[in-house]
């Protein structure tokens, strides 16, 4: 079968026309759209394993704050405890940023290591499972630190795998529609895992730890599905590169720390924007279904939905703004936009009763837009050879920061109340809002490009992409140049050479002309 289909790729094979009995076969077989790797259909196959081998990732992530009560209640624990379970998805990514991509390059390949990834997501959401049915919390902190180890790592395989079939302008469309399947798997976990643990509920007819560890194990069906298309995403990147003979796909990451010292100011203001915005987006999404059930007495179907807006509009509108941004440019404007707009959906949730939808659509509008116009900044203010640091070290401060603030959110609410935790989430916000408007000065003052528009710095790279053109083709006139000035072997002299190759004697007058050939060679 194999064979069959390497001589349907690589064309009509030669064919035995003699008399000693051989016939000649005729033109092979071609292969069905769907199963040729060059043609759309099998890409767009591709395309959808890739979308559907994070889906389990981000479904089962937030599967604590679809069930925020149900945890707390069935488990007996404050909300600190409860926090902890996202903090211990943090704390291993804290290090695994830097060196993911290290082991998808170097260590398993992209193929083993997307699915030990995918396993290690699965037997963590297992073990986490287990913990509640058990009534062991501990049991449960460990399975979410396990689920994080191959979560994020995940991320990074996902991606690789992007770029190895999709490259051009296709690239930016597949990671929007990776993005949006993200956000699709997070929007369905909210609105469906209350609804399954009453489904749950009925059929054993109590509440508690049980109840709970088996609705955590249904939902753990959808990291195995992650897993089957990782299985199968594999089987079919191998057969590709067997067909094509294509080289396996590659992070590319250069992780080298001693760049750190070498990070300007520019790029440290946009590492605290990242830390300051994030820490007030996802540990609220964590506490936000209690808290719309409390502050605005919603039933929790209704909560569940308003909490999940932020990532239904993201879903849609991350390709959009995406694109949007690559227009027009001045990224530092559109980021000051979206930290405004997240500041002002805080304080109305804190500080009013209007309907909170306004608040939170204006939340995932402003969430959107700042992931589309922050993360490329960084490409702009460091070398190429320093993407692979400067983008670990943002991803790994980042699950810091998420790590020690769902912690102290879930303190703060415990002592002081959703008021209290809502200021605080409103502070950090403004200390992003100060890294921009730091951030905006610093790039006007040291002549960035950051907030060229981007007709702008397409010129710009237009006239340096000529200069670079320039260079290249002067430098090979002067290698013409100097091949021309090159003394021509005549045949005297290379019988000379030949000679002396074999241990011959020439004579003095002989050696010395060929000294001179060689010394004249070396100065030019």
Not at 98 to 114: A, M, N, P, Q
Not at 258 to 279: H, P, R
Not at 436 to 456: P, R
């Amino acid at each position: 079968m194999a064979a069959e289909e390497e001589r349907a790729l690589l064309g009509p094979a030669g064919r035995d026309d003699g008399d000693g009995g051989g016939r000649s076969p005729g033109p092979p077989p071609t292969l069905p759209a769907v199963c040729d790797p060059r043609r759309l259909p099998h890409r767009l196959l591709v395309l959808a394993l890739m979308c559907f081998l994070g889906f389990g990732s981000y479904f089962c992530y937030d599967n604590p704050a679809a069930l925020q009560t149900q945890v707390q209640r069935d488990m007996r624990m404050n909300t600190a405890q409860f926090m902890a379970l996202y903090a211990w998805y943090s704390w291993p990514n804290v290090v695994l940023c830097f060196f993911g991509g290290f082991l998808i390059d170097r260590v398993f390949g992209i193929r083993l290591g997307t699915i030990i990834f995918s396993i290690f997501v699965c037997v963590g959401q297992v073990i986490f499972a287990l913990g509640a049915l058990l009534n062991t919390f501990w049991l449960m902190d460990m399975g979410r630190f396990i689920f994080g180890i191959g979560g994020e790592s995940l991320a990074v395989a996902q991606n690789t795998y992007a770029v190895s079939w999709f490259k051009g302008k296709e690239l930016n469309l597949v990671f929007g529609l990776q993005l949006s399947m993200a956000r699709i798997g997070s929007t369905v976990n909210m609105n469906i895992m209350g609804w399954m643990y009453s489904r749950v509920q009925d059929l054993l007819g109590y509440t508690g730890p049980s109840t709970l560890g088996l609705t955590l194990m249904i939902g753990g069906v959808t990291c195995l599905f992650s897993l089957a298309c990782a299985l199968i995403l594999a089987y079919l990147d191998k057969r590709a590169q067997k067909l094509l003979c294509k080289e396996q796909g590659k992070t590319g990451e250069v992780i080298k720390l001693t760049d750190v010292k070498d990070f300007s100011l520019s790029l440290w203001l946009i590492f605290v924007i990242c830390v300051c915005y994030y820490v007030a987006v996802f540990p609220f999404i964590g506490l936000g279904k209690v808290f719309f059930i409390e502050k605005f007495k919603f039933s929790s179907q209704e909560a569940s939905a308003i909490n999940s807006i932020v990532y239904i509009i993201s879903a849609p509108m991350s390709p959009v703004f995406g694109l949007l941004v690559d227009k027009v440019g001045k990224n530092i404007i559109w980021v000051l936009c979206a930290v405004i707009t997240t500041l002002a959906s805080h304080i109305m949730l804190a500080f009013t009763f209007w309907n909170p939808w306004i608040a939170m659509c204006l939340l995932g509008v402003a969430y959107s837009l700042l992931a589309c116009a922050l993360w490329p900044m960084v490409a702009f203010v460091v070398p190429e050879h320093q993407l692979g640091t400067a983008y670990g070290f943002m991803q790994s401060i980042q699950n810091l920061g998420l790590a020690i603030i769902a912690i102290a959110a879930g303190m703060i609410l415990d002592t002081r109340g959703y008021l209290f935790l809502e200021v605080f989430f409103s502070a950090c916000v403004c200390l992003s809002l100060i890294a921009v408007v730091m951030l905006y000065f610093v790039n006007h003052l040291t002549g960035g490009d950051l907030n060229w528009s981007a007709k702008k710095r397409e010129k710009l790279q237009k006239v340096a992409a000529n200069e670079v053109e320039e260079q290249e083709r002067l430098r090979r006139q002067n290698e013409d140049d100097l091949a021309k000035l090159q003394p021509k072997a005549d045949d005297f002299s290379l019988r000379n050479k030949y000679l002396s190759r074999l241990g011959a004697q020439l004579p003095d007058n002989y050696s010395s002309y060929l000294s001179t050939m060689v010394h004249r060679s070396v100065l030019k």
